[in-house]
């Protein structure tokens, strides 16, 4: 397998066409689709970015849980595109639903960032070994993986934009720290001195990497944003996304995935993980197959783990979010 980038010519006819690019109006989220601006531009592309805010930077007083988290972050620029207001949108694919909306497709997925989740602390570590520490996480998978290494800690809900929730961090006398993507601090240059990384946590999957959806007939932004695609990653977060959509159902979940492509062996790798609400349960998966079996690999991954208590767990956590 490649590691490089799709590649194409300089565009020839149509290439004065405007890609007008949907972005929400975050630093991060700007800072993406000025990603995806400049490597446009140097293929010759004219480009305009429109900004838009969402209804999950909106609504900052309720867990994501609550507001229905499938695509809360994507359906404002998703309305958009359908509406013929913006050409293609750039997201950071955790975000994306594993089903997209009928008539946008996935036109790129650029090389993976670091997938790791890292812990922002205030003063120091001791609070790791204390009973009634308390961390900030509005995400279900963070919680739940959190609660099951540190049982008797407190997660307490934060949201708001990657510098939002920096600021109420900075701002708060009882957390003892939150845990963030290390991709999302690292772009913005926001990563403090005060953090971990989280090598036992199993991310989101996807999270590190930033993918671009496009209308399904709008076949001049289909072929500029294509070449901008990574191989690697396309495959690896397709495993990853299979995974989840296997497991979940439709329902928000506390489920982790990752898969690497190992080069020297010619194999992935691949860990996924599902959590009770609480943490208590924990069933995880681990795999590594050649490359040419990858195609599957997270829906037989995800069978695994439903038919090892899995389906429990799901009906368990469908409960508990309709409470």
């Known amino acids: 397998m490649s590691n490089k980038n799709n590649t194409s010519t300089f565009p020839s006819s149509g290439a004065s066409k405007l890609i007008r690019i949907g972005t929400r109006d975050s630093e ?3 800072w993406q689709a000025k990603t995806v601006e400049k490597q446009l531009n140097d293929l010759g ?68 960032a670091s997938a790791f989740d890292i812990l922002v602390y205030k003063e120091n570590l001791d609070f790791l070994s204390e009973e009634n520490s308390t961390i900030a996480s509005s995400s279900l998978r963070r919680k739940a993986s959190w609660l099951h290494k540190y049982p008797n800690h407190t997660i307490e809900d934060i949201r708001g934009n990657v510098n939002t929730r920096m600021q109420k961090v900075a701002d708060s006398d009882t957390w003892s720290g939150a ?53 690697e990653t396309e495959i690896c977060t397709y495993i990853e996304r299979q995974f989840l959509r296997t497991l979940e159902g439709g329902c928000t979940a506390p489920i982790g995935a990752i898969a690497t492509y190992n080069e020297k062996e010619d194999v992935i790798d691949f860990t996924g993980v599902l959590l009770s609400i609480d943490g208590k349960q924990k069933l995880e998966v681990t795999k590594t197959v050649a490359v040419s079996e990858w195609k599957k690999l997270g829906f037989h991954c995800a069978q695994e783990i439903l038919a090892n208590g899995g389906t429990a767990i799901m009906t368990e956590i469908k409960k508990e979010l309709k409470k």
């Not at 620029?77 to 359908?82: F, T």
């Not at 207001?85 to 909306?101: C, E, G, N, R, Y």
């Not at 990563?191 to 993918?211: H, R, S």
């Open 28 to 30: 991060l989220a700007l």
């Open 45 to 112: 592309y004219k480009t305009e970015i429109i900004a838009v805010k969402s209804e999950g930077d909106i609504v900052l007083d309720k867990p994501l849980y609550e507001l229905g988290i499938t695509g809360i972050f994507t359906k404002t620029l998703d309305v958009a595109m359908i509406q013929g207001k913006i050409d293609i949108a750039v997201h950071s694919m955790k975000d994306v639903p594993t089903l997209l909306p009928n008539g946008i497709v996935q036109g790129a997925v650029l090389e993976r």
């Open 179 to 231: 845990i963030f993507a290390e991709a999302g601090l690292e772009r913005i240059n926001l990563k403090p001195e005060k953090a971990i990384i989280l090598d036992w946590m199993i991310p989101a999957p996807a999270q590190g990497a930033m993918v671009v959806v496009c209308n399904a007939d709008d076949f001049f932004s289909l072929d500029a944003v294509s070449q901008l695609n990574h191989i």
